[in-house]
């Protein structure tokens, strides 16, 4: 059945690669042979038949596992929104008292310097001499009213500009929106 002589260098050749076949498929020592009847050897060999395809397996259950990591979910994105608008909130009160303090110390200002020259023009009008025409009571009386108007708003002004300071200072902001 054989096509070449019994010692010819072909039959040889072949009768190695059977041989070599034959170690692949079967245990080579006996080790191996007691090793592949125990349970935990047949375990052991499944798993060495079976290596790559764990591999891929635990690659891919991996990626899976870092794009739920990586990855926001629902709750955070919720979570983060929640707390940057309570911060846009904050943020926007702080504006609001500073524009306030901002206008109050402007406004103190220009009151100070608008009194400062009604009280010029008082003293200026009075110093003239005793005699006081009527169009002179009438202007005395006029810039003695504009200047209670202007301590009036110059007290307004410093009550705005007070709390606008106690509010950036002492965090009324943050507070009313804990």
């Excluded at 001499?129 to 200047?147: M, N, P, V, Y």
């Excluded at 009036?152 to 965090?171: M, N």
């Amino acid at each position: 059945m054989n096509r070449w002589p019994a010692g010819s260098a072909c039959a040889i050749n072949v009768c190695k690669r059977e041989l070599q076949v034959r170690n692949i498929r079967e245990p080579v020592s006996s080790r191996d042979a007691e090793e592949a009847a125990r349970p935990l050897g047949k375990l052991r060999q499944f798993a060495t038949d079976y290596k790559e395809l764990f591999a891929t397996i635990a690659f891919f259950a991996g990626g899976i596992f870092w794009i739920f990591g990586y990855f926001a979910t629902k709750d955070e994105l919720h979570t983060l929104r929640d707390a940057t608008s309570s911060k846009a909130e904050i943020l926007n009160c702080l504006l609001q008292k500073n524009v306030q303090l901002l206008e109050a110390e402007q406004q103190i200002k220009i009151d100070s310097d608008d009194l400062v020259n009604v009280l010029t023009e008082i003293q200026t009008a009075s110093a003239h001499g005793s005699q006081f025409t009527e169009s002179d009571i009438q202007k005395a009386a006029r810039l003695q009213h504009k200047s209670e108007d202007l301590k009036k708003k110059l007290v307004a002004a410093e009550k705005s500009e007070g709390e606008a300071r106690d509010a950036i200072r002492f965090k009324s902001c943050e507070g009313d929106k804990k």
